[in-house]
């Protein structure tokens, strides 16, 4: 399925809680969320109950998806990573539980970015990502899966933590140019 | 107007969601007047987003999505979440940032709107603390710190960083000067002397995430009784 597609059954369930476009979505990012919940350490179990709980958060919010701020990929992320720290870091729930308050605030912004640009930036960047360097990608995917700080990440490679900062940097900066030219 | 904003490294990390529980609190308070900042938290989320796009797919139960159709009608009945709208508006002039002074909501929801009213602590001459009740990591502090005029901080290196976001007045050290809204992250191995620089009281929400090691002999044996 293509990312305008997803975004497109993300809109249908936002707009009448379409069941067909739901299931969709489900049979699309249930296996890879459940991948992305496992590789957080969690046991199976626990990966198809917070699997089962993201998908009703999507059923709730979707209504509140805008598909000229985020590609669909990206907002269910951002709705699973804060179901991940909400079950397993609960220490810092109270920072991430609001996940609709960026992106409200991004629609009075006056970037005038479209749905095709958003889509079409999450393919480029998927792309970049297989392209990044072996040691950059690494430290993403650590960041990202298993929720490492900087200085874990650190402690677990043995890298000094300006090495950790310094790739992080790297990395996110292919990105920002990327986006830069998807904007142009 | 904002002048010091998040490395790129730490927005990542938050939209990665691996911030601990302080520093992660200083980021949102940051992000949440600063929409220059908040557009790059999403920018760093389309990664999270194409990772989950790309990993590989492991099966789920037969049932499972049936599970989650009895739970959304059962849901059905509860009222959705509104659109936070324009309650969430990331200017200045919002109803948050008044009189030269910021109080972020996830502050307010833990002192209220007013410094006045938080109970500070006496830590040394010149310097008040009030440690806030955040769930944190291991060796990690969240606390607001009040700097009177003209306060210099003693002379100090970090064993770990420290995340200073300024609330009410500003501070100057060799690195800049920063005023309300701006944040800085002390790196480790950094060296600063942050002085409150205009006549009134400097406010900021600090997290440091190791005990701050004084250079100075005199300072050396304040540090415990300022316990920073
Ligand atoms: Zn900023």
Redesign the interface.
């Known amino acids: 399925m293509t990312a305008g597609q997803l975004s497109a059954m993300l809109v249908a369930l936002g707009e009448h809680h379409d069941r067909g476009a739901f299931r969709q979505l489900f049979d699309h990012f249930a296996p890879r969320l459940k991948s992305f919940y496992l590789k957080a350490g969690t046991n199976p179990q626990m990966a198809e109950e917070l699997v089962q709980e993201t998908f009703t958060q999507i059923w709730r919010k979707a209504h509140l998806y805008r598909p000229d701020k985020a590609a669909a990929s990206t907002w269910i992320f951002t709705i699973a990573r804060n179901q991940r720290i909400d079950r397993l870091r609960s220490e810092k729930s109270f920072v991430y539980k609001d996940e609709d308050f960026f992106a409200s605030k991004l629609v009075s912004d006056e970037e005038q970015t479209t749905e095709v640009h958003r889509n079409e930036l999450v393919e480029r960047v998927s792309k970049a990502m297989a392209l990044l360097p072996s040691n950059q990608a690494e430290i993403v995917s650590m960041a990202f899966y298993d929720e490492a700080t900087h200085a874990e990440i650190a402690q677990k490679l043995s890298l000094p933590l300006g090495t950790v900062k310094s790739r992080m940097r790297l990395a996110f900066g292919r990105l920002r140019n990327i986006l830069s030219e998807v904007e142009a | 107007m904002i002048h010091h904003h998040l490395?790129?490294?730490m927005?990542?990390?938050y939209a990665?969601?691996?911030?601990?529980?302080g520093q992660?609190?200083v980021v949102?308070c940051h992000?949440d007047i600063c929409?220059a900042c908040?557009?790059?938290?999403?920018?760093?989320?389309?990664?999270?987003?194409?990772?989950?796009?790309?990993?590989?797919?492991?099966?789920?139960?037969d049932d499972?999505?049936n599970?989650?159709?009895v739970?959304?009608d059962e849901?059905q009945s509860f009222p959705?979440?509104e659109?936070?709208?324009a309650s969430?508006?990331?200017d200045l002039s919002s109803s948050s940032y008044l009189d030269g002074r910021y109080v972020p909501r996830?502050l307010a929801?833990m002192i209220g709107d007013d410094f006045a009213a938080v109970r500070w602590r006496t830590v040394g001459p010149g310097i008040r603390q009030f440690v806030l009740p955040v769930?944190?990591?291991e060796g990690e502090k969240v606390r607001l710190l009040k700097l009177s005029p003209g306060f210099v901080t003693p002379d100090h290196s970090h064993h770990?960083s420290e995340l200073t976001l300024v609330l009410k007045g500003s501070f100057s050290d060799d690195t800049g000067r920063y005023r309300v809204g701006d944040i800085q992250d002390a790196?480790?191995d950094m060296h600063h002397q942050p002085m409150a620089d205009t006549e009134e009281d400097c406010i900021c929400l600090v997290c440091t995430?190791a005990p701050l090691e004084f250079k100075g002999v005199i300072t050396r044996l304040l540090q415990p009784i300022i316990g920073i």
Do not use: K
Not at chain 2, 16 to 21: R, V
Not at chain 2, 38 to 60: C, H, S
């Open positions: 490395s790129d490294e927005i990542l990390a990665a969601g691996s911030l601990s529980a992660a609190m949102a992000l929409p908040a557009a790059r938290v999403a920018e760093a989320e389309v990664i999270g987003g194409a990772l989950i796009a790309d990993v590989e797919e492991t099966a789920v139960s499972l999505f599970q989650i159709l739970d959304v849901a959705e979440p659109r936070t709208g969430a508006s990331g996830l929801n769930p944190s990591s770990g790196e480790e995430d």
